[in-house]
DNA sequence: CCTTTATAGTTTCATTTGTAACCATTTGCA
DNA sequence: TGCAAATGGTTACAAATGAAACTATAAAGG
């Protein structure tokens, strides 16, 4: 009669990037939150940060496809936390100049590293040829 | 002096494969949210349920990869919406048993179809190579 | 100039989510 | 049996998130 034609999620593509992405971002994440207290949010601002000193909020959430609210909020946290230092363009007083700070850098030099290795682990278990197309697959798949 | 190594976002992979997978799945959910008043975790398990029907909650989590409590919660707004009907198992009666009603299904053969062709725009962009590639290294890299 | 429009960023409020504690039932085993 | 441990599921509370409204500053156009 009807003929429903159930999704095979085990082969659906969306599902198991998702499934994949949160695994290995959670895993990461895991770490540095019992550590430092650290959401991912918050993390990747201070990797962007760390990177690309002098940045805006806005630019912080655009490196880092966020919204701006939730880079505002990451940022007054790592502010009040004295984890990253905040001071007003000079031309522009809209604009917040982002840094982090030595205590910032501080936890930024564990973490990284430990980001660094877990990505080694994930991408260990890859031959160079399928890491190669991977890499081509997300440029050409990826927005921007 | 300080040697910091701030790490390469564009080209660190469980950065960009979590901006890919929330790009690639909220598109996704944008769609059938608008439509039907449908989360991401209720559509997910409904596609569950259309696949394997008798599910109990914990098995819907378990091959849903979500957890239990997120899956309590979608089942329940979709039992109040008369999207999914819930029994109880005569052998254990912990157990739920759950189903999707005709207005469940109603839903799914819209959106099912919907997913498919999202999926398939995606997978458009991609040799088949690529494709085979991509799955292979899904395969390896996934949990379970 | 001075008014309108755009931009940077924050705040507010409602919704979602995550964790832990919690019931009810079942299972394992002394 | 009967009692502790395990399991299925829900509830409660705190924290995270998203959308919209808001403030402050800057840019654009008459």
Known sequence: MHDHEPLQLEHFLPYRLSILSNTISGDIAREYQQQFFLSMTEWRAMAILARFP???AREVAERGAMDKVAVSRAVSRLVGAGRVSRDTHDDDRRRSVLNLTPAGWKIHDVVAPL??????????????????????????????
Do not use: C, F
């Open 54 to 56: 002098d940045s805006s």
């Open 115 to 144: 980001a660094r290795q877990h990505e080694r682990d994930v991408v260990g278990k890859l031959t160079d040829e399928e890491l190669a197309t991977l890499m081509g697959i997300l440029d050409k798949l990826s927005p921007v």
